[in-house]
């Protein structure tokens, strides 16, 4: 890590977009590698335009809770509620819109749920020796169990306008959540590059007594991290509920492992202080890059996991062997 | 008596330094024998040739008369000499028989432990101690006083029959009561024929048990005697006498008014009561050994720790500190003891850790002051001549002196009134070490205040314009600069005067 940093120092272009391409040459061009291969199998089938939007929109949903994962995870920590967040999100939205409530607040109230089961995550990892890893575990079981009681474990159908949110299409071609997803990418990478908050994520993933005795309040800032994380899945939840139809109590199942997959492929390390947005996204890409292109070559849904893994795997085993030297 | 151990003019040079000169040291069965010096005179080099971690360059070591060589550890088990550290190698999920057996317990002919004779053999060994009734077989070590585990470990190591005991520090984590319970332990064993080299820095404890003592200084043998031919004193000039070298910045400050004032600052359990006053332009000293409580203090003052009650005045006006944060506001800002865990983030670079304590100063919502930001970085880097290829160096490729430097940086960016350095030569080269006694001195004369850590005396009589001495969490001493000696400071550290009237 440390090596190559001090490498980039010197030679790292100054043109955001360059910079860009250069710090995430290496997944960007697995990225490409992927691309190419699935295109090639697939007579180029796999390039065709409906199938890049269906892979961007996909993108676009994982990489929103990967953006939150990868914030608790700089710090040191782990989420494992995000799945759970999200189909509190999701049913709640369903139940609320299905009572008649307006879908405006019923959205809002939907990501408010996520975003309070967000704080006690943090509120409990900040204030407590309670390991992340358990805490979260707790908060993923119990918010599951609430998104099952509240749909009665089934979907919970709503129809409407409402739709619009999740399959809509901005001048007709372009998908909302890839809007969504890029307004996102801007709010959460300015905060984690253009903020106090942002250093002092870092800071404490880094070495949280150095940041103690550097006068940061880490309490304070790991509360909101996970808060946010929180926020974002709610969003990923109602994003979902309207783009199904439905508010679904399973929704996200396994989902917290993608996530943590998309920011451990782009490069985020698991004992904090290393990670970023634009590397997760790219992290994001791949991981459904992967998917899709299984998909159109008819890989049976159980071998998909197999990939998965391997790719996980070797990406991570790539990355710290380019580190080392 | 009969000497079961002799070591003859042994050397031990590590790549051209002499860590040990020609020693000798020599051991008889049934005494304990005081193995004293400061830090860095060379008993844990000694004692490591015993243990079979170092080699000796050069000399001979003798067993009963027989000439050894002890290349391994395990050579030195087989030997019959068994060192217990400072601190604790149980295994807290096993019982004490357990531990004792802890890699031969007894099988059954299934393979099975043998629990049976595991118990009764453990139950003979701490028989053979006297303390069977104390401390069960059964016991697990976190229901054991720190002294009770301390004799489970010297059981295991008297199971394997040694007859050559190392003890380095035993008491330093004990309390007083503890401290009594094993200094009567440790004379039941000399009693029963075993040989024991004792080190400590309590010299009370000292005087207490050791029929001898031997003396090093800087690597050299001074002299072996008879506790009985020696007085206090005669043993810390002993342990002292050497001319300071000429490292030490001139020191030539005019205090000012007084910046900050600590009352009665007591914890309940470890501190009891520690007052004290510091002025501007003064450099004042904090001496004691590891674990007195100096660290403890400049943490509650600083708001790392909470739970004390003390009052604290910057320039007159009382303070509450309850976090770091608001000690920094105040002026006040400690450059902790470990660098490497308290100090910086050592996969970012230079300019991240040095802003680390002023980003408010720094970044206004989403724009950073970049101007602001490098101008600080260079200034810091330049006045403290750090090395580094730029300010985007990664620290943890930094030298110690270098990232000590970092440290330093990040303390002074902050502007404080008051510095309070908690050991910040420890580990570093000369070279470096000169540099920060200057920066020092030079702070000092530009009107900070500074509170300055030391386990290295010579550095404490050098540049404090006063000194401090704390012992087991007490202060033990006030001497201004016109009475420091080693002597004095020596003596009030290791608790040999307690309840020193203070004059101030």
Same mark, same amino acid.
């Given at each position: 890590m440390s090596t190559k940093k001090n490498k980039i120092s010197r030679e790292v272009p100054t043109n955001p977009i360059m910079k860009y391409l250069y710090l995430n040459k290496g997944i960007l061009a697995g990225a490409l590698g992927i691309f190419l291969v699935f295109g090639v199998l697939t007579e180029f089938k796999f390039w065709g335009r409906a199938n890049l939007i269906n892979i961007l929109r996909l993108t676009s949903l994982d990489s929103i809770a990967a953006f939150g994962v990868t914030l608790v995870i700089i710090t040191g920590g782990i989420d494992l509620s995000v799945g759970a967040l999200m189909a509190c999100a999701s049913t709640y939205c369903a139940l609320l819109i299905a009572n008649g409530l307006h879908p405006a607040a019923a959205l809002l109230i939907g990501v408010l749920i996520a975003t309070v089961f967000g704080a006690v995550n943090g509120g409990i990892v900040a204030n407590t020796k309670i390991p992340p890893f358990i805490v979260t575990l707790g908060i993923m079981n119990i918010g599951r169990g609430i998104a099952y009681t509240c749909s009665a474990g089934t979907p919970i159908r709503i129809s409407g306008d409402f739709g619009e949110i999740g399959n809509g299409y901005l001048f007709d071609t372009i998908p909302y959540p890839i809007i969504y997803a890029a307004v996102i990418l801007a709010i959460t990478y300015v905060l984690l590059n253009k903020t106090k908050f942002g250093r002092s994520i870092y800071a404490i993933g880094g070495n949280a007594e150095a940041a103690k005795f550097s006068g940061i309040n880490s309490r304070k800032v790991i509360w909101i991290v996970y808060t946010f994380a929180g926020f974002l899945y709610g969003i990923y939840g109602v994003i979902s509920c309207s783009k199904l139809y439905s508010g679904q109590p399973t929704l996200g199942q396994g989902s917290e492992l993608t996530a943590i997959a998309a920011a451990v492929v782009g490069g985020t390390s698991m004992t904090g202080g290393v990670g970023r947005i634009g590397a997760t996204f790219i992290g994001a890409l791949i991981m459904d890059l992967l998917t899709s292109g299984l998909n159109f070559m008819n890989v049976p849904f159980y071998w998909q996991y197999v990939c998965q893994g391997a790719v996980v795997l070797g990406a991570v085993f790539i990355d710290i062997q380019v580190k080392k030297k | 008596m009969e000497t079961i151990l002799e070591m003859k003019d042994i050397s031990k040079h590590f790549s051209g330094v002499k860590a040990l000169d020609k020693i000798q040291f020599n051991l008889r069965k049934g005494e304990i024998h005081s193995l004293l010096g400061e830090n860095g005179a060379g008993k844990s080099t000694m004692?490591?040739?015993?243990?079979?971690?170092?080699?000796?360059?050069?000399?001979?070591?003798?067993?009963?008369?027989?000439?050894?060589?002890?290349?391994?550890?395990? +050579?030195?088990?087989?030997?019959?000499?068994?060192?217990?550290?400072?601190?604790?190698?149980?295994?807290?999920?096993?019982?004490?028989?357990?531990?004792?057996?802890?890699? %031969?317990?007894?099988?059954?002919?299934?393979?099975?432990?043998? +629990?049976?004779?595991?118990?009764?053999?453990?139950?003979?060994?701490?028989?053979?101690?006297?303390?069977?009734?104390?401390?069960?077989?059964?016991?697990?070590?976190?229901? /054991?006083?720190?002294?009770?585990?301390?004799?489970?470990?010297?059981? %295991?190591?008297?199971?394997?029959?040694?007859?050559? /005991?190392?003890? +380095?520090?035993?008491?330093?984590?004990?309390t007083e009561r503890e401290t009594v319970q094993l200094l009567e332990f440790v004379k039941k064993l000399r009693n029963q024929g075993v040989a024991i080299i004792y080190i400590s820095h309590r010299m009370d404890e000292v005087f207490q048990i050791s029929d001898r003592i031997t003396v090093f200084r800087d690597g050299q043998y001074i002299t072996t005697r008879d506790i009985g031919e020696v007085s206090y004193d005669d043993v810390i000039r002993l342990m002292v006498g050497r001319e300071m070298k000429d490292v030490y910045p001139e020191v030539n400050l005019t205090k000012g008014k007084e910046l900050l004032k600590v009352e009665r600052l007591d914890d309940g359990k470890f501190l009891k009561d520690v007052s004290f006053t510091l002025h501007q332009g003064e450099i004042l000293g904090f001496y004691g050994l590891v674990g007195s409580g100096r660290t403890e203090i400049m943490r509650y003052l600083f708001g790392i720790d909470r739970g004390a009650s003390f009052r604290i005045y910057m320039e007159g006006q009382e303070l509450k500190i309850t976090k770091p944060k608001e000690a920094i506001d105040a002026g006040i800002i400690l450059a902790p003891e470990n660098r490497k865990e308290q100090g910086l983030v050592l996969i970012q670079d230079i300019r991240f850790n040095t802003v680390l304590t002023i980003l408010d100063r720094l970044i206004h919502g989403i724009k950073t002051d970049k101007r602001q930001e490098k101008a600080i970085v260079e200034e810091y880097m330049s006045k403290l001549r750090t090395k580094a290829t730029s300010e985007a160096h990664v620290t943890g490729q930094l030298s110690g002196g270098n990232q000590q430097k970092v440290v330093l940086a990040k303390c002074l960016a902050t502007k404080p009134k008051i510095l309070i350095l908690d050991e910040p030569t420890r580990g570093i080269d000369v070279g470096a070490k000169f540099e920060i006694y200057k920066l020092i001195t030079q702070l000092a004369e530009e009107g900070v205040g500074i509170i300055f850590i030391s386990s290295e005396l010579p550095e404490i009589l050098n540049l404090s314009t006063r000194v401090i001495t704390m012992h087991e969490g007490k202060k033990t001493g006030e001497l201004d600069k016109s009475e420091l000696s080693e002597e004095l400071v020596l003596k009030y550290a290791t608790g040999g005067a307690e309840n020193v009237n203070e004059k101030k």
């Open positions: - | 004692i490591k040739i015993l243990a079979g971690i170092y080699d000796p360059t050069e000399g001979q070591i003798f067993i009963s008369g027989k000439e050894v060589k002890i290349e391994k550890v395990s +050579d030195a088990k087989e030997l019959g000499i068994s060192v217990i550290h400072q601190e604790l190698s149980l295994v807290p999920y096993m019982t004490v028989a357990e531990n004792i057996y802890l890699g %031969r317990m007894p099988s059954k002919k299934t393979g099975f432990v043998d +629990d049976k004779k595991l118990e009764e053999d453990a139950y003979k060994v701490l028989e053979r101690l006297g303390v069977q009734d104390v401390i069960s077989v059964r016991a697990y070590p976190a229901s /054991l006083t720190v002294a009770q585990q301390q004799m489970v470990e010297i059981a %295991r190591a008297l199971s394997v029959d040694s007859k050559i /005991l190392i003890m +380095d520090e035993p008491t330093a984590s004990l």
